[in-house]
């Protein structure tokens, strides 16, 4: 709930001049000493304390860092570096994973405890996450903005507010949203409960964390690949291509029955996961106004993460129901669905 009042009015803040770069900074430092302070609290309390804040941090930077793709790039050059952007991010995450993973298991062996070892998996993940920020944050300069009446706060939620109403009359904007609802919501619940689901099925611990990293490698290529057809071919096609392909992926998820079969679903995933996050993010941004992404990304953020909890509630009373958590798996086609027919209905819509 936080996160879905704090992404809008942060992300309208931003959208003042030479206000994207301070904000990002902001919740980056916030994050990144979070995750460098998970480490050293013994108490559950505070360290779920600690996790709630560096979450909603890590998830305020991703609005931000959105919110900053009509200032870098041109509409016609969006998808391209769209998908470039979530390519280097997948392989990327890999290595600090790996890194943190090798440390947990071999602790022993580098003469260290495991309580040493954790501590040192979360500040490499924090100097990871502040270190590739830097780059950015010497490069970027804002070239889309709105000027403040008044003072800032104050100022976004006024504009809040009339961003809720242009959203009443841009239908394009608001049947885009409600797709991207439904259909991203799917694919975050088939990534967040697919270990869940491993689990369930019986299969091993390891083998399903290397499932995992294997989804992480197979976007990369793929990402990359989208990011390139994307020259030739409408990015609207290319999320219903990938919509119509997680469809048939959460029936095929329905009737695995073996280890191997996983593995497959892994890599499925992996090859559409980046492509419809990075094509659904250059749509969104090449339909809203340059000036105002900052709050239409944290509108964007609410519909994508805040809606995951809908696919993840259809699965878990559909396997209570019925006892069988296949059958709540492939219940997420009616999510993909709706989301493919409302995008269908967005793209009838003029601009």
Known sequence: MKLAVLGPVLGGISDFQNRKKSVFLGVLLVGAAGCVFLGFVSSWFWFLLLFVITRIAYSLSLVIYDSMLPDVTTKERMDELSARGYAWGYIGSCLPFLLSLLLVLFYEKLGL??????????????????????PLLGMYRQKHYIKAQGPAVRSSFGNLGSVVGELKKNKKILFFLLAFFFYIDGVYTIIDMATAYGTALGFE??????????????AFPAALIFGKVSRRVPASRLILICIAAYFAIALYGA????????????VCVGVFQGAVQSMSRSYFARIIPAEKSGEYFGIYDICGKGASFVGTMLVSVISQATGRMS???????????????????TERISD
Do not use: C, N
């Not at 405890?113 to 830097?134: H, K, N, Q, R």
């Not at 611990?205 to 197979?218: E, F, N, R, S, Y």
């Not at 009737?255 to 892994?266: C, E, M, N, R, V």
């Not at 059958?327 to 209905?345: Q, R, T």
């Open 113 to 134: 405890t495991m309580a040493s070892a954790m501590t040192a998996a979360f500040v490499l993940t924090a100097v990871w996450w502040l270190g590739l920020a830097i």
């Open 205 to 218: 611990t390891d083998g399903l964390l290397l499932a995992l990293l294997v989804t992480q490698i197979a």
């Open 255 to 266: 009737g695995i029955t073996s280890q191997y079969q996983f593995w497959i679903l892994a």
């Open 327 to 345: 059958l709540g798996v492939g219940a997420l086609a009616a999510m993909f669905l709706a989301g493919f027919l409302l995008f269908l209905k």
